[in-house]
Nanobody
Framework: QVQLVESGGGLVQAGGSLRLSCVVSGRTFSSYCMGWFRQAPMKEREFVAAVSLNGSTTNYPDSVKGRFTISRDNAKNTVYLQMNSLKPEDTAVYFC???????????????????WGQGIQVTVSS
């Protein structure tokens, strides 16, 4: 059983920054590629970022590219999402997720993820 716990969310003004963390326990963290998704009220879950097993490959949608950075520390079983230049439209519940799929082109699809965290709220005020 793999458990994922997010932290670091909260309320921030537009233009500000937040760093989300996700600690993974249960099985070998370094066996999983990791992703972040978000879901705003009345909207579908949206891909935000993903990172490969060793952190060398990342993937972002255009909506966050250049503002968000995903990274991982395999020694700490933790994946991070650094969010800069936040906008009100970034407001959502953010989820981290783990996948055994190593093909970066698949990382944007939530169906490929095996385990999910409970989510954490990020609110960006204008």
């Amino acid at each position: 059983q793999v458990q994922l716990v997010e932290s670091g969310g909260g309320l921030v003004q537009a233009g500000g920054s937040l760093r989300l963390s996700c600690v993974v326990s249960g099985r070998t963290f370094s066996s999983y590629c990791m992703g972040w998704f978000r879901q705003a009220p009345m909207k579908e879950r949206e891909f935000v970022a993903a990172v490969s097993l060793n952190g060398s490959t990342t993937n972002y949608p255009d909506s966050v590219k250049g503002r968000f950075t995903i990274s991982r520390d395999n020694a700490k079983n933790t994946v991070y999402l650094q969010m800069n230049s936040l906008k009100p439209e970034d407001t959502a519940v953010y989820f981290c997720a783990a996948t055994l799929v190593k093909t970066s082109a698949a990382w944007a699809m939530s169906a490929y993820y095996n385990y999910w965290g409970q989510g954490i709220q990020v609110t960006v005020s204008s």
